[in-house]
């Protein structure tokens, strides 16, 4: 499954500079990556470190938080993320495998299906088992990569997007490139024909006002009617349960410091042996799932991404938890049960 590797195969770069003195010291300097870049250059590790880096790019350089939104930057634009994530990696090597994880929970699977065989003694229930088994991890697998092409179709629309809107930038259009995705289509025809009939960066500036307004409401799990942000109340939550419960998606009981993340894109790290406590979690987060003993979510559902991926790499899971992140504190000692779907703050 591509989103499941794009994990694996970051921790991967960390193991190729942990292995390579002076790549690893480049690696953790406080440099950014376009100063690193060239120095790795100048030596032979550093260029197979750079051919690693790329073919990661080149493989899974399309994701972001929050994919199918346009206005993200994808992972080939943000090298300065990744090079963080990869820094954490490097300090977690000893204290996790998660390469040897992925493949023992694999091995673990194929004994498991062949001990299912083995009880169905009816030639037919095997067949009809094997067949069932069979789709259904076909189709997990296909459901996630279709989405990786299609967020592939989306990344060169934004490429093109920018390219358009850098012009516009030049030409005076606009101030900023990425001001570009603050423009309906037939606005930005008129724009770009010089035509416009309307205040482009008043406009401008009134809807991304508008857009930071939005990225900070929560909105109630169901809607009736039109939903007015400016009259929502949020439903007040009771911070003292030592309790929470939700849906079991990926078995196994684990315990840990909780390790509370809102976006997948800021400079917070889950350490190894931490829980990652999410609002939701889409291919952006996969990174934060290498490292972690468990991950507990507001939202989500058994087919939901997290959900898989926690299945994939073997770590329990409990989804729609309803408000996990704000009743959890970072660095609180939490029990994670996969199995009941029951979390339990001990300390």
């Known amino acids: 499954m591509d989103d499941a590797m794009a994990g694996l195969d970051l921790w991967r770069l960390a193991v190729v500079a942990d292995t390579r003195p002076e790549v690893k010291n480049l690696i953790l300097s406080n440099h950014h990556w376009h100063t690193i870049e060239p120095k790795l250059s100048q030596t032979d590790s550093g260029k197979e470190f750079l051919e690693s880096w790329r073919e990661f790019m080149e493989r899974h350089g399309h994701h972001c938080r929050a994919e199918l939104e346009l206005y993200n930057p994808r992972w080939a634009e943000t090298p300065d993320y990744l090079l963080k994530l990869v820094r954490n990696y490097i300090a977690q090597i000893g204290k996790t495998d998660p390469v040897q994880n992925f493949a023992d929970i694999a091995q673990e699977r194929r004994q498991l299906e062949q001990q299912c065989r083995k009880k169905l003694a009816n030639p037919v229930k095997r067949m009809i088992f094997n067949r069932l088994l069979a789709r259904s991890q076909q189709g997990s697998i296909f459901r996630e990569n279709v989405k990786s092409q299609v967020i592939k179709l989306v990344v060169a629309l934004r490429k093109m997007l920018l390219e358009l809107g850098g012009k516009l930038h030049d030409k005076g259009v606009l101030k900023n490139r990425d001001d570009i995705f603050f423009l309906r289509l037939e606005e930005l025809e008129s724009a770009v024909q010089g035509k416009a009939d309307f205040d482009i960066h008043r406009v401008i500036t009134a809807r991304r006002a508008e857009y930071d307004k ?134």
């Open 214 to 347: 939005n990225k900070s409401i929560i909105p109630p799990h169901v809607v009736f009617g039109k939903f007015d942000p400016d009259k929502y109340v949020p439903e007040s939550v009771d911070t003292d349960v030592e309790t929470l419960t939700g849906l079991a998606v990926s078995p196994g009981v684990a315990a840990g410091r909780a390790r509370v993340i809102l976006r997948a894109d800021g400079d917070q790290h889950v350490l190894a042996g931490e829980i990652l406590i999410a609002p939701f979690t889409d291919p952006g987060w996969t990174p934060y799932f290498v490292t972690a003993a468990a991950v507990v979510m507001d939202q989500g559902g058994i087919l939901s991404h997290g959900s898989i991926i926690a299945r994939e790499y073997g770590i329990p899971a409990v989804v729609n938890v309803g408000a996990a992140t704000k009743i959890i504190k970072t660095g609180q000692t939490l029990e994670v049960d996969g199995n009941r779907g029951i979390i339990r703050i001990i300390r």
